[in-house]
């Protein structure tokens, strides 16, 4: 069992900035996959970004250039720094691991852009 925790939600003006950090309960190093995940009401699940080692990072097309996807391998945490943030990007955001051919997600924390 892993135990993700998340943090760092919460409200934001279009253009502003947010960090989301997620804590997991066994070293990153565990893990084959670490992603982040967002989901509004209605629409599916999607995938903001990913990363199997921390150099090799895949981000969504709508975030590339405004999101950030960093493992500190010292704090142990899966962080996402959201920059230029849109209304767009308003959803809960939910770390993701894979461990042991399992998939794991934390509790999920609400991000919402508006003025």
């Known amino acids: 069992q892993v135990q993700l925790v998340e943090s760092g939600g919460g409200s934001v003006q279009p253009g502003g900035s947010l960090r989301l950090s997620c804590a997991p309960s066994l070293s990153l190093s565990n893990f084959a996959l670490t992603a982040w995940y967002r989901q509004t009401p209605g629409k599916e699940r999607e995938l903001v970004a990913t990363?199997?080692?921390?150099?090799?990072?895949w981000y969504a097309a709508g975030v590339k250039g405004r999101f950030i996807l960093s493992r500190d391998n010292v704090k142990n945490t899966l962080d996402l720094q959201m920059n230029d943030l849109k209304p767009d990007d308003t959803a809960v955001y939910s770390c993701?691991?894979?461990?042991?051919?399992?998939?794991?997600w934390g509790q999920g924390t609400q991000v919402t852009v508006s003025y």
């Open positions: 993701y691991v894979a461990y042991d051919g399992k998939p794991y």
């Open positions: 990363t199997a080692t921390g150099s090799d990072i």
